[in-house]
Structures are given as structure tokens and as C-alpha cells.
């Protein structure tokens, strides 16, 4: 008896118009598009692109293109705050809209952050909220008027979206993605997406369209990935929230390049329905959404939003679970906390500033009267290479696939790479591995509770804090290893990525040579360069228990306190 096979959904409207003999022109055609979108008055001279330095921060500033109000309205970054001026009125969002459009364009000019930009059609939207709220005085939703990013996955109705795959050039898309309904639905503007790898597993931010996405804390470097695009336009101050995917690092890694904050929330939080992907049908590691912001309110502004607009209506996959604002009080209301400290993963040793940001972040904590304990990850060493195993069962095929009709060479971004000799697994074998994995959980849940023993506060730990990844922004090539981070996809973990503090290269030398785990390792320590990356921001992040995502912000934001009163006492 023969099987019928599924039914396959076709979410895309595709236009053939590419083979490949024509693919590279198709791209260099759709890179010159978006930058001809950019207004004349808002490009950069030659002279200042000719001349730029490692540092472009102050380039938006000193560019001259924007007004006083338009730095002040983006150089402000509490999205509460920016939420309360445009709700009261102080500021519209067509002033909003417009001075990131302006910030966005001046960014994507010298990291190469956008792969695609909405500004008119942004404008237009912002006044139709300006008006509702004139004539009503009332706000559309709770994100109303604010301009959003987001990361070039997350379709819109009637645009292209390539994600990154020159063979995806022409791809029209049929559907919003359930997040972009809702965000809308919310109030919020969509202005711009943003750059991203391809394939999006990398933990830097190329493609064969776009090029190269940089740092722009030091353009030699990289911003992270896969959500690249993002953290670089954030730290540029042309988004004040963006939107973001995690499966294992992409909004956590770019935050901690970039010096900001991020979230990897638990599975199915946040609706993922209609959105574009890799390894789509994938479900043992899921992929997140996840918001991107430069103040912890951004964070738990998108939360609450999104979690109280019954995402279970949007996405048939979304938990339809509203915000609990009370388990986002209870690490208040608990007042002493205690954290677990994860110093190493046990196969990759912290650079300098990294160790230091753990040591000043435990000192800032106990000063505050919180607890602090050591947490090992001596046993989880099998976890990276059953992370790849359950990835890359189907031996790249999905990729090669989306590659083949046009012969979209794998761009070498990283030592990330589809081995020929790689044979699919049989479901019986991938079967094996998700066995292992929920082993794996169960164990880890067994070594948390276990700490209860170690802590005078009569509970487990109520949070563990480890770095982000053993180094900082790397240079492009060079960030090949995420599993600080990809360890809580496999764990269903949520957490937190927060900015701690700043490479100074006096403070950060090396002290010697430390005990290495490998040669991997030795060749990971030879890499740090004080030099290069004095100035780069130094993150980590807090990680909660499986679906406490609102715990885990609470967390955030006491240690936040923490450091900010540690900086003030400095």
C-alpha cells in the first residue's frame, strides 16, 4: 500500500525570474534597492563614509541629518518612557517613526544592518495613530505608536522576504506572521527588517544579498548573530525594540556584542505561527521568539503585550497563557535571593572581562544582601555535540534544498558547515536523541532542586547567572562556539541576556596563562586581544526555571538594581 503524503503548505507567492547564471546580479540588484530607498537627505556624505572610524556610534550624532528633538527622542532608551511621552502626548509617533526611520538609514549605512525598509508606509501608519488618538483619546493597543524592528524572518503580507537566501529572491509572502499581526494589532509600527545570516545558524551575520553586518562598537568585529542585524541597529539607537529568534543564542549572543538587554523566552510564549525559517517542521529544539531592547523595560513591556493579546488566537502553537504579573513581583517580594554562579561551561574559559563581569555582578549582588553559590556544569558536557546531532539529523537537507535551484553556494561565515560524509538519521535514531535530551532535562532539574542543601534560604536557587559566551565580539570568523547559550534551548530554559559592564584593557589583561581544557580551548584563550577590544561591552545572562519566564524578569531587574547601586557606590 502506497502512502499519500502531506499536504504542503505554500505560504509564498514565488517569482522564477532567477537561475544560476543570473542569481548574483539578482542580489547586487536587491542590496542597491534598499539602499535607493534611502531619502537623499538622509545619506551620508562620501567623505564621512570614506573616513569613518572603528567606533560609528557618534556618526547619527555628528551626521548633522537629525533635528535636537529627533536625537533626544532616540537617544532615549526606556521604552516605558518612550511609551508614556507618546501616550500623554509630549511626543507623536510620526515623530517617532520618523527619527528612527532617519536613525535606522544612517545605521544601515555603516554596519550594513537592513535587508529591507518601510519608511513611507511607516509614516503613513504613524499619523493614522496620531489621528485615532487625537479624535478618541484613546491608545490603539499597548504598544501604540512605537516603532518595532524586526529580524528579516517574520513575514508581511505582500512583501518580499529572503531571510538571507539569494535563492529566496522573489519570494512574496502570502500571510503576516502571527507576531507581526499581533504587534500590529497592538499599536506598534513596523518600519524596518533587519539583517540576518544565512541559514540563520551562525553566531555572525552574513549573506550572499547583503554582505557583511559589523559591530559598531569596533567595525572590525561582529555584532553576533543570528539576529545580527538587530543588536547592531539597537546599539546604533535606530530601533528601541526589535524583534528576534533563538535557538540557541541569536538574541542573547548579539545583545551581549551589542550591550543589551534580551530575552530567550520558553517555548511557545511567544506566537512563531507563519514565520519563516530553517529546518521548518523541526520541533525537538524549538526555535523563540525573543525581544531586543537597550533597557530592561523594553523587554518586559514587549512580554506583558504580547502574552496579554491571547496569542493562543494568532498562532495555534502558542501557549494561551496571559502575562502573571505576580510571578514577575515574587523575586521582590521574596527580598533575599539566592543565585546559582556558573563561572565556565566546563570546555570553554571566560576571557578576562568576562570573569570580571562575573565577579563584579556576585560583588554588586551580596552587597545587596543576596546569596551567591557555585553551580557546576561538569556534567553536561555531551550537550553541544547532541545539540548538533539533533539539528543536522536530516544532514543539511533542508538547506541544500532551499540552495539547489539556482546553486547558492554555503557562504563561509564560521567553521559552521554541512559535512558531505553527513548521513540523515532515521527516525528511529532521532527518536534516541530526544530521549537523551529529556533525560538530560530530568537531570538538571534533579541538580537544581538538589541545591536547596547548599542555600540558607530554605529553596533551591532561585536563578543561575553564567556569561553569555566565553568572549566578547570576536572578529569576523571567528564565533564558532555557543554552547553558554544553546544549552538552554535544549533545556527549555528562559533567560536574560543584560549589559554588566566595558573591555578596559588595563583592567582586562591576562594573568597568566589558566589551566585550558583543550586545544580548542587554548586556541580560544589565544584569540583575546585586550587592544582590540577595549571599549566592547561585557554581558551575561540570568536563566529561570522552564516557563517562569515572568520569574526570570523579575530576577533581571533586581540585579539591575544591584549593579546600578554597585556603579553609584563606585
Known amino acids: 500500500m502506497t502512502s499519500t503524503p502531506f499536504p504542503r503548505p505554500h505560504e509564498h507567492h514565488e517569482t522564477p525570474h532567477i537561475s544560476k547564471d543570473t542569481w548574483r546580479e539578482a542580489a547586487r540588484q536587491k542590496k542597491a534597492s534598499l539602499h535607493s530607498l534611502i531619502p537623499e537627505d538622509w545619506r551620508l556624505s562620501q567623505s564621512v563614509l570614506d573616513s569613518l572610524p572603528p567606533n560609528v556610534l557618534d556618526i547619527p550624532k555628528s551626521s548633522g541629518i537629525l533635528s535636537e528633538t529627533e536625537l533626544e527622542i532616540t537617544d532615549t532608551d526606556d521604552v516605558a518612557l518612550i511609551l508614556s511621552k507618546l501616550h500623554s502626548g509630549q511626543w507623536t509617533s510620526s515623530q517617532l517613526t520618523r527619527a528612527y526611520s532617519k536613525r535606522a538609514a544612517i545605521a544601515h549605512q555603516v554596519v550594513n544592518c537592513l535587508h529591507e525598509s518601510y519608511f513611507p508606509e511607516a509614516q503613513e501608519r504613524a499619523q493614522e495613530l496620531d489621528e485615532h488618538l487625537k479624535k478618541t483619546g484613546k491608545v490603539v493597543g499597548p504598544l501604540h505608536g512605537l516603532p518595532i524592528s ?231 558536557k555531551r550537550v553541544p555535540s547532541l545539540n548538533e546531532e539533533i539539528l543536522f539529523a536530516d544532514a543539511g537537507e533542508d538547506m541544500l534544498k532551499t540552495f539547489e535551484h539556482i546553486g547558492e553556494p554555503l557562504m563561509a561565515i564560521t567553521e559552521f558547515g554541512i559535512d558531505e560524509q553527513m548521513k540523515p538519521l532515521s527516525v528511529y535514531q532521532l527518536n534516541q536523541l530526544n530521549r537523551e535530551k529529556e533525560h538530560i532535562q530530568q537531570e538538571f532539574l534533579s541538580h537544581w532542586l538538589s541545591t536547596k542543601d547548599q542555600t540558607s534560604t530554605g529553596r533551591a536557587v532561585d536563578g543561575l547567572i553564567m556569561p553569555i559566551g566565553p568572549t566578547t565580539a570576536c572578529e569576523n570568523g571567528h564565533m564558532d562556539y555557543d554552547n553558554y547559550t544553546s544549552l538552554w534551548n535544549i533545556l527549555d530554559m528562559p533567560a536574560v541576556a543584560f549589559p554588566v559592564t566595558f573591555v578596559d584593557a588595563k583592567k582586562d589583561q591576562a594573568k597568566g596563562k589558566p589551566n585550558l581544557f583543550d586545544d580548542k580551548d587554548e586556541r580560544s584563550w589565544s584569540r583575546y586581544n585586550p587592544e582590540l577590544t577595549n571599549g566592547l561591552p561585557v554581558g551575561l545572562q540570568v536563566i529561570g526555571r522552564r516557563w517562569q519566564d515572568e520569574m526570570v524578569l523579575g530576577m533581571a531587574e533586581v540585579i539591575e538594581e544591584a549593579l546600578r547601586k554597585s556603579a553609584l557606590q563606585k
Open 150 to 380: 524586526l529580524k528579516d524572518q517574520f513575514d508581511i503580507e505582500g512583501r518580499e522576504l529572503t531571510m538571507g537566501y539569494a535563492s529566496w529572491l522573489g519570494r512574496i509572502s502570502k500571510k503576516s506572521a502571527a507576531i507581526v499581526r499581533l504587534l500590529m494589532d497592538a499599536g506598534a509600527v513596523i518600519y524596518c527588517r533587519t539583517s540576518l545570516p544565512q541559514t540563520l545558524m551562525h553566531g555572525e551575520t552574513a549573506n550572499h544579498i547583503f554582505g557583511w553586518t559589523v559591530n559598531p562598537y569596533n567595525t572590525k568585529l561582529t555584532p553576533g548573530g543570528s539576529s545580527g542585524g538587530e543588536g547592531a541597529l539597537l546599539a546604533m539607537k535606530g530601533s528601541p525594540l526589535g524583534v528576534g529568534t533563538d535557538i540557541g543564542g541569536s538574541v542573547r549572543i548579539p545583545a551581549g556584542f551589542c550591550g543589551l538587554w534580551a530575552l530567550r523566552p520558553s517555548y511557545h510564549r511567544v506566537p512563531y505561527g507563519h514565520a519563516s525559517n530553517s529546518w521548518l517542521g523541526q520541533n525537538s529544539i524549538v526555535s523563540v521568539i525573543g525581544p531586543m531592547a537597550r533597557s530592561f523595560s523594553g523587554l518586559d513591556i514587549f512580554f506583558k503585550a504580547v502574552l496579554d493579546s491571547k496569542p493562543g488566537d494568532y498562532d495555534a502553537t502558542a501557549l494561551p497563557f496571559a502575562y502573571r504579573g505576580e510571578l514577575r513581583q515574587t523575586p521582590k517580594s521574596l527580598g533575599k535571593l539566592c543565585f546559582g554562579i556558573i563561572r565556565t561551561d566546563c570546555m570553554r574559559t571566560p576571557h578576562p572581562p568576562v570573569q570580571r563581569a562575573l565577579d563584579e555582578t556576585v560583588k554588586a549582588l551580596t552587597a545587596a544582601g543576596h546569596e551567591v553559590i557555585e553551580f557546576s556544569l561538569e556534567d553536561y
